[in-house]
């Protein structure tokens, strides 16, 4: 069984879409992250939530809404898209919120490509 | 300016030769963790430091954290093609993890 599962792997779309991408841990874990990886496989952290309550927001557009419906999922919404979105968004998890002290597991990815 | 400056940015090397990756800042941290990531996977943990001047060894990896706790190093002894990957430092300097833009290691059979 997958830990950290994201749908879709890959997502293709036009300038000015909404799109988004779906993240499960089944491993129990009450903290669920959002990276994002650009094009020099710089890893940056977006959003953490713990038990479904949002305790990281990075400066982040808002046009990036993050959703959790309960602790073993995190949503992550996008509106109109640009063309600096793309990138490979990777979700995460933790066991707890101690400040990321606890190991991460990361999920194997979306790789979004905005035309 | 990242808070955590990996080098080199790129490592090419045969097989059964060694290789060093070091990653440095300014900053003091509480721990610092290593991960590697496959292409087309996402970042697995390989260890994490804590103390100062503290040496693990993971088979034929062997990290170490700075005395002062602003630096560490990744070295494999007699690497394997199944090394290759990106090797990625990451540290808590407040309560997120922040990485490193990592170290891309080839291996060549």
């Known amino acids: 069984d997958t830990a950290v599962s994201q749908t879709p792997k890959y997502l293709v779309t036009q300038m000015g879409n909404d799109k988004s991408i779906k993240c499960e841990q089944n491993?129990?874990?009450?903290?669920m992250y959002w990276y994002k990886q650009d094009s020099k496989k710089f890893l940056k952290i977006m959003f953490s939530?713990?038990?479904?309550?949002?305790?990281i927001n990075e400066t982040v557009p808002n046009r990036f809404s993050p959703k959790s419906p309960d602790k073993a999922h995190l949503n992550l919404h996008i509106n109109s898209l640009e063309l600096g979105d793309s990138a490979v968004y990777f979700c995460?998890?933790?066991?707890?919120?101690?400040?990321?002290?606890?190991?991460?597991?990361f999920g194997p990815g979306t790789r979004l490509t905005v035309l | 300016t990242q808070l955590l400056e990996q080098s080199p940015q790129f490592l090419s090397i045969q097989e059964g030769e060694n290789l060093t990756v070091y990653c440095n800042s300014s900053?003091?941290?509480?721990?610092l963790q290593w991960y590697r990531q496959e292409p087309g996977e996402g970042p697995v943990l390989l260890v994490t430091?804590?103390?100062?001047?503290e040496v693990k060894k993971l088979k034929r990896l062997t990290f170490q954290f700075g005395d002062a706790r602003k630096d560490s190093s990744l070295h494999i002894t007699a690497a394997q093609p199944g090394d290759t990957g990106l090797y990625l430092c990451?540290?808590?300097?407040?309560?997120?993890?922040?990485f490193g833009a990592g170290t891309t290691v080839t291996v060549r059979a």
């Open positions: 995460a998890s933790s066991l707890r919120a101690s400040g990321g002290s606890d190991t991460q597991y």
């Open positions: 491993l129990g874990h009450d903290t």
């Open positions: 939530y713990n038990n479904k309550e949002l305790i």
């Open positions: 900053s003091v941290f509480s721990s």
């Open positions: 430091v804590v103390t100062g001047g």
């Open positions: 990451a540290g808590l300097p407040d309560y997120k993890l922040s």
